[in-house]
């Protein structure tokens, strides 16, 4: 089983920067991809972007150019920084990785609890 927390949610001015984290804990999992989602209310959860084990990286074309997701393996943290922020950005936004059990096979999908981002001014 794993674990997230995340944090770094809030309210900015349109074009400010907000970054969040998500800190992934528990025993014996291995790490295959870790990434952002974001959903409004009566919408579908929509992908924002993802980065892989090897480090490769995935955004949606709204946030290309403005978001950048990095990782610290070490801390098994997921970091997004957002740039230039839009009204059209606010939304709750949940942390998703991808882990499987040391040793096994099957791959379990896991959801942080979301923060909220509103850019308002």
């Known amino acids: 089983q794993v674990q997230l927390v995340e944090s770094g949610g809030g309210l900015v001015q349109p074009g400010g920067s907000l970054r969040l984290s998500c800190a992934a804990s528990?025993?014996?999992?291995?790490?295959?991809?870790m990434g952002w989602y974001r959903q409004a209310p009566g919408k579908q959860r929509e992908l924002v972007t993802t980065?892989?084990?090897?480090?490769?990286?995935n955004y949606a074309d709204s946030v290309k150019g403005r978001f950048t997701i990095s990782r610290d393996s070490a801390k098994n943290t997921v970091y997004l920084q957002m740039n230039s922020l839009k009204p059209d950005d606010t939304d709750v936004y949940y942390c998703?990785?991808?882990?499987?059990?040391?040793?096994?096979?099957?791959?379990?999908?896991?959801w942080g609890q979301g923060t909220q981002v509103t850019v308002s001014s």
């Open positions: 980065i892989t084990r090897a480090g490769n990286t």
């Open positions: 998703n990785v991808r882990a499987r059990v040391v040793g096994g096979l099957r791959e379990y999908v896991y």
């Open positions: 528990g025993s014996a999992f291995s790490i295959n991809a």
